[in-house]
């Protein structure tokens, strides 16, 4: 790891696993348009001033990594850059099954299995964990704290969502809530 990393356009860059991250999303908007119809609306005006701040912030930011990373190439050379891959594509397959997990859930239910049986987040969960693998992958400290950074502020939308899920759906999700770990973990068996 050096603090910054080799820049160059290539086609063998860090670019090639931030679109391979956005696949999922654009199936899952292709396959079922509407899937968020219910919380969208209630998402961009249940947020104070702050909060409106602090996300938009972070969507810069995220743009601003995607961009970054087209310059960062990938060698797959050293361990930690070996680590870093298999973090990415452990991300990746956790993430991926949330958005197959969000397609295959009838409309008006609570996304609560596949990977939503160990997290109530794991959208957010696995793209963290994509994010920290790319930053082992870059082989640079500023953007592997980049990636932490990206990861840690996209995460921290769940919040407000939880908020909006609690307001929609109401006991159901409270008791989704209570049997599942809000990061990754065990589920809590039903009584």
Known sequence: MSIFADHFFGIYNLWVLMALYAVPILLTIILRKRVFEPTSSRFATSRSSREYFLFILSKFLMLFYFLYSAVIPIYLNTVITITGLVLYLLGF?????????????????????????????????????????????????????????????????????EQICLEIFGDEYREYMARTPRWLGRPVKKQ
């Open 93 to 161: 397959v956790f993430y991926s099954a949330a958005w197959i997990t969000i397609v295959r859930t009838r409309k008006g239910e609570v996304f609560s299995r596949g990977p939503f049986r160990f997290s109530r987040h794991p959208i957010y969960v696995g793209s963290a964990i994509q994010f920290l693998g790319a930053g082992f992958i870059s082989s640079s400290w500023i953007f592997l704290g980049l990636s932490l950074l990206v990861g840690i502020s996209h995460m921290r939308n769940a919040i407000v969502e």
